[in-house]
């Protein structure tokens, strides 16, 4: 099983007057089609999670609506509170239980999505920063929770010349 971790493509600035209320935050136009490239190069790499769960803040979801129409298996998306800014770890672990996937993606905010994934290799100390746009794969063993994958890769749109 992999869990991929990706972190929100490249949004409008933080502080934007145009939104006062930083969830409802879009992506940019040309971050939302440089990400659109990220997923192409990552599916012909074999990225193709059957299931994704997302912050319900507007700039993970439309990073996760693209990464579902970029994919082989154009997954449904699910908003889940617990990847909000402060993610609830145990929350996505149920989450990704009840799933019943091979392949899952979640899409969150830095720092989470590095926090996110230190917990999976059992490293809560681990610092793994994430670019905007970045993804994670990380191969799962059994029982799914803390320390119980390792790192498989970590790829930004700058390592794949995007």
């Known amino acids: 099983m992999f869990i991929y971790i990706a972190r929100h493509a490249w949004a409008h600035e933080f502080g ?20 659109m490239r990220v997923v192409e190069a990552m599916a012909e790499r074999g990225f193709a999670p059957e299931a994704i769960a997302t912050s319900p803040y507007v700039r993970c979801r439309q ?11 154009q997954p449904p998306v699910t908003e889940l509170a617990a990847l909000e800014p402060g993610s609830d770890f145990e929350a996505l672990v149920a989450w990704s239980q009840e799933a019943n ?15 996110l994934t ?24 059994e029982p799914l929770g803390h320390s119980c994958g390792e790192l498989y890769w970590l790829v930004t749109a700058k390592s794949l010349g995007v």
């Open 63 to 73: 990073t996760a609506d693209l990464i579902a129409q970029y994919t082989s298996a």
């Open 16 to 35: 934007d007057p145009r939104w006062p209320d930083d969830s409802q935050r879009e992506l940019e136009v040309d971050g939302a089609e440089r990400y």
């Open 118 to 141: 230190a917990a999976l290799v059992g490293d809560h100390r681990a610092d793994i920063r994430f670019a905007k746009g970045a993804i994670a794969a990380v191969k799962m063993f």
């Open 101 to 115: 996937c091979q392949q899952i993606c979640w899409v969150g905010h830095a720092p989470d999505v590095g926090n």
